[in-house]
């Protein structure tokens, strides 16, 4: 069940990377749908992997890509095809993990890497940092405004599973043991999901989890809050993985104890 790329430079640090839904996936829908598309062609879409070109400038850490190919096109890491399966997901991880002796994990990733990287930072002990870009806090929500006709790839025609999976960020077995990881999330005033993410940080809060939000006020939305900000994103990853903030702070300015703003408009 984990599969993808690990890039090994001796480092004790580990950086996972969770994969966002590239284009081409997202057009692909409707074809794998109606079974034009078969599953050889997703498996190759899969091989595409974003971020590569960070982890090869940037060598003080070891990387992990990991494929999201479940519920026929991607899953969110979590779903396939009606079933939750970050349990056994998770199971794999900190086998891997404990494998290579890692003692400092980032899990980081947009979209929905970003929910993936928020997911296994709460629930592995192991992981110490998430860096959680524009991430789907209620993905049901999500898939009905990106493919509602061909959601039956995600949910299996099962209703109660989709209301399951919408509110999987505020399922209770997830805060069982409360996560340690230092959690930072980056979103956009215009993000599709920008007040679920803000809703969310009070919950966690209630929880007695903290995190650190980054927001752009740009005009940007979703996919260009990513690719169009790179710098900042970039720096506060090299920042985590040399346990400095000497980019962050020259990328973003300091409004709270727990809220950041970018420079850059």
């Not at 057009?27 to 091989?47: G, L, R, T």
């Not at 349990?87 to 929905?112: C, D, P, R, W």
């Not at 900000?229 to 040399?242: A, M, S």
Request: aromatic share 14%.
């Amino acid at each position: 069940m984990l599969h993808g790329k690990h890039f090994q430079n001796g480092s004790k640090t580990l950086v996972i990377v969770f994969q966002n839904a590239a284009k081409p996936l997202n057009e692909a829908i409707p074809a794998i749908f109606n079974n034009k598309c078969d599953q050889k062609q997703v498996a190759e879409m899969h091989e595409r992997y974003t971020w590569i070109k960070f982890a090869e400038r940037v060598k003080e850490a070891d990387y992990l890509f990991i494929k999201d190919h479940f519920s026929s096109v991607y899953g969110w890491y979590f779903i396939d095809s009606g079933t939750f399966i970050y349990e056994q997901l998770n199971t794999e991880l900190t086998a891997f993990i404990k494998s290579y002796g890692y003692q400092k994990v980032i899990a980081f990733g947009s979209s929905k890497g970003g929910t993936g990287a928020l997911l296994y930072g709460l629930i592995n002990p192991l992981i110490t940092h998430v860096f959680s870009l524009v991430p789907q806090i209620h993905v049901a929500d999500f898939i009905n405004t990106l493919c509602p006709d061909e959601k039956r790839l995600f949910f299996a025609d099962n209703t109660a599973f989709e209301k399951q999976v919408n509110q999987i960020f505020y399922s209770p077995q997830l805060y069982e043991q409360k996560t340690t990881s230092a959690i930072y999330f980056y979103t956009g005033l215009l993000d599709i999901q920008f007040k679920p993410l803000l809703q969310y940080r009070e919950f966690l809060q209630k929880m007695g989890i903290a995190s650190k939000l980054f927001c752009n006020r740009s005009n940007e939305r979703h996919t260009r809050l990513v690719n169009q900000y790179t710098p900042f994103i970039f720096g506060v990853l090299e920042d985590l993985i040399r346990n400095e903030t000497i980019q962050t702070e020259r990328e973003a300015v300091q409004l709270g104890i727990d809220s950041y703003i970018l420079k850059a408009e």
